[in-house]
């Protein structure tokens, strides 16, 4: 493994007392020419002999989404300073395992759009997607094995593991008003978190840093993922369709329990539980008006983005002892971007 330091690049990041001002486009210009052998990369190893395995491929990895998982693992190997191509190949890879769950998400959860398209089981119906989705797994497993190192099989297979197990959980959380806050953080750390907990300790590894600079990189991104998530509930009843690329109170129609519906029911008015636990277990979105209503009420959307912003600075004081560098400076940006964005 190569760990020989490289020229820091000039990209500016304002700093304000150990901290960064978000600017997610500074962020990806840092890593712009690495981002670019990724995109190559994703559409190489896209191809098939079978032709349905290429269409549908290419309509899931080029219809959008911000790439910030892949983006995580080159800002991780940066950070340490690392100048191989390894990473390029361990980006493609979270990409595709990304791109695998979202696609079986929409299966199990007949979600009609996704970055504001329709999904691909909505065109090509559900037994090709999820046959498409297994191919993004074996090809991201396939590339691993190309790597060649096996501590790096560890952590990838583990990770999908805990993601699977976190796809089950939801799954038996759905319809369920008697989800609380603690099982619902376990379920989103399983489901969405430890993949960014993966990209980020991928940077490490690749560097072969210390134990205790590879546990800083994990988690923050354990808790950047976490934060992540967590705006995306408050997305579901605050921004627009047109914004998110998804149906407003999707969550609701699929009876999830996320954390704006758990503590509206565990602050509100016994009328009021009583209504968001109907609603939760029967799904659809005939209450959806009158549970606006109550998140609103009971301040829901504060309290979970104030989760959300704890979150985001546990991942900031898990790497505050990092020299600085514009990597350091592009995770620390990165935990505002995850809590203030508005898509």
Request: aromatic share 6%; with cysteine.
């Amino acid at each position: 493994m190569i760990t020989t330091e490289r020229t820091q690049p000039t990209v500016s990041l304002a700093r304000k007392k150990n901290s960064t001002i978000m600017d997610i486009n500074a962020i990806r210009q840092l890593v712009s020419e690495d981002t670019q052998s990724v995109d190559q990369l994703i559409h190489q190893r896209l191809k098939s002999e079978v032709v349905l395995v290429n269409q549908l491929g290419r309509y899931i990895v080029n219809s959008g989404g911000k790439r910030l998982r892949p983006l995580l693992v080159l800002i991780s190997a940066g950070t340490f300073g690392y100048s191989g191509k390894q990473h390029i190949n361990l980006a493609a890879i979270i990409e595709f395992i990304h791109t695998a769950t979202l696609v079986h998400d929409d299966v199990v959860d007949a979600s009609e759009l996704r970055r504001g398209k329709e999904t691909a089981n909505s065109i090509w119906g559900n037994e090709a997607s999820v046959l498409v989705g297994d191919f993004l797994y074996s090809r991201a497993f396939e590339m691993m094995v190309e790597v060649g190192e096996m501590r790096i099989m560890e952590i990838m297979a583990r990770a999908t593991n805990v993601i699977a197990e976190g796809e089950v959980l939801q799954l038996l959380n759905c319809n369920n008003p008697d989800t609380n806050e603690q099982h619902y953080l376990e379920v989103i750390r399983c489901k969405t978190a430890k993949l960014f907990e993966a990209a980020c300790q991928l940077g490490a590894v690749l560097c072969q840093r210390s134990a205790a600079e590879e546990q800083a990189m994990k988690s923050y991104g354990m808790h950047l993922g976490t934060a992540f998530q967590l705006v995306d509930d408050i997305l579901d009843y605050s921004a627009s369709s047109d914004v998110i690329g998804k149906n407003i109170g999707d969550d609701l129609a699929e009876g999830k329990p996320t954390l704006p519906l758990i503590y509206a029911m565990q602050t509100g008015t016994t009328e009021q539980a009583v209504l968001i636990h109907a609603a939760i277990e029967e799904g659809g979105h005939d209450h959806i008006d009158a549970v606006m209503k109550i998140i609103a009420a009971t301040d829901a959307l504060s309290y979970t983005s104030q989760a959300a912003e704890a979150e985001a600075k546990k991942a900031a004081d898990a790497i505050i002892d990092f020299p600085d560098s514009p990597y350091k400076d592009a995770l620390l940006a990165l935990t505002q971007f995850a809590v203030k964005r508005t898509y």
